[in-house]
């Protein structure tokens, strides 16, 4: 497997690697690498896990059963075939893994392909992200323009468009990508802290509140009264468009806000609009309400996983969420294996390395010291 490398870095080298042997259906061997690397498999593996937080084995696993999820979607090759291009010894093995990841068999999936977070290749030298946010300049303006186009056709001007945060508000306000349609932000980071069961309520307020460390007024100006269409207009809207990425942080904030909108009984069509934070396309998906409520109560409110069928996005989602309650997490061993590593710069790599998960500068930093400080 020869390869021209993207980076001098040792690690990066072994990402290219991996990745050729992807592309090109070739088994993997651990002894290979090291061998082209010119180090012992046991270096190999301490390196890659030391630099990008993830196993080998693991990391080989998520783009192999991703790259599989997009031909299920962009083929009608048999599933069995797909199967053994990616290296699984059987269908039965491919479905057991494929199910684990997403939620959902390859069967299922191939019937009703929907949105899935992507499992890119990992960079070391990707450049810096801000706040775990999307790069608003990268979202594709016509793939907007269409989607917004084809509800205002059923809705006319009965929508209200729910977004992810501050900066894609403003983005989206600057550019008059809704036309006509209301448009709130959404400035919640909900797989942090403790909530309320009833969504959006004084109680829930308080407790949000304590938990970021703000005063109750401060709170309510950045997150609450940004909302007020919500709380004064909810049932006068035909439609509410959901704009949220695909990570764990974004898709813990479209679950509370799918649940609040039951909790409200509300009664018009809900779109959830997949930016995927890879590729900035947009996909829509039309929600059906009833269960987001009880979902909510059980993920967030009891970290536990439910047991009814969910997107396969949301699943990953809930999946790495339910994975960071834990005491022994992935990021939580990354901080531990850099004890040296300076808060802002380890808070910076791992902004580049953790970016399925979304989070930004100030949890990073709430995680680096509550490790840190634990470990004195």
């Known amino acids: 497997m020869n390869e021209t490398h993207s ?6 080298q072994m990402i290219d690697i991996i990745e050729h042997s992807l592309a090109h259906q070739q088994d993997f061997s651990l002894s290979e690498l090291g061998e082209q690397m010119g180090y012992s498999p046991f270096y190999c593996s301490f390196l890659f896990r030391h630099h990008t937080g ?15 999820a997009s031909r299920l979607a962009e083929t ?22 494929f199910k684990e990841i997403f939620g959902v068999t390859p069967a ?7 949105p899935l977070q992507q499992y890119a290749k990992r960079s070391l030298i990707a450049p810096d992200t801000y706040e775990g946010a999307i790069p608003m300049h990268e979202l594709k303006t016509a793939d907007i323009l269409h989607l917004q186009h084809q509800v205002e056709q059923i809705y006319e001007q009965d929508i209200l468009n729910v977004l992810n945060g501050q900066l894609m508000y403003q983005e989206f306000q600057s550019n008059q990508w809704m036309g006509n349609s209301d448009y709130v ?19 829930f307020h308080t407790i949000r509140a304590a938990g970021h460390g703000s005063t109750l007024s401060s709170y309510e100006q950045v997150v609450i009264q940004l909302l007020q269409p919500l709380w004064e207009q909810l049932h006068d809207y035909k439609c509410i468009v959901l704009w949220f990425g695909d990570d764990m942080f974004c898709q ?16 018009g069509t809900v779109y959830f609009n997949t930016v995927q934070e890879q590729t900035y396309d947009v996909q829509q998906t039309e929600m059906t309400l009833g269960t987001f409520a009880s979902l909510y109560e ?15 996005i949301m699943y990953q989602g809930i999946t790495l969420y339910l994975t960071m309650q834990q005491s022994d997490h992935e990021l939580k061993r990354y901080i531990i294996a850099h004890p040296e590593q300076p808060a802002m710069e380890l808070v910076r790599q791992m902004l580049k390395l953790f970016t399925h998960y979304g989070l930004g500068d100030t949890q990073y930093m709430e995680m680096i010291e509550d490790v840190r400080g634990a470990e004195r």
């Open 185 to 203: 932000p959404f400035n919640e980071a909900m797989c942090t802290h403790e909530a309320a069961q009833a969504i959006f309520s004084p109680t």
């Open 54 to 68: 993830i196993s080998i084995k693991k990391y080989i696993l998520l783009r192999r059963t991703f790259l599989a």
């Open 76 to 97: 009608n090759d048999r599933i069995l075939d797909i199967a053994v291009q990616y290296g699984y010894s059987s269908q039965e093995a491919f479905s057991r893994a």
């Open 108 to 114: 299922a999936f191939r019937n009703d392909p929907q």
């Open 298 to 312: 059980h993920v967030v409110l009891h970290h536990m996983m439910p047991e009814q069928n969910l997107l396969p």
């Open 7 to 12: 980076s001098n870095h040792p690690v990066q």
């Open 252 to 267: 813990l904030n479209l679950l509370t806000m799918l649940a609040y909108l039951e909790q409200q009984q509300f009664k």
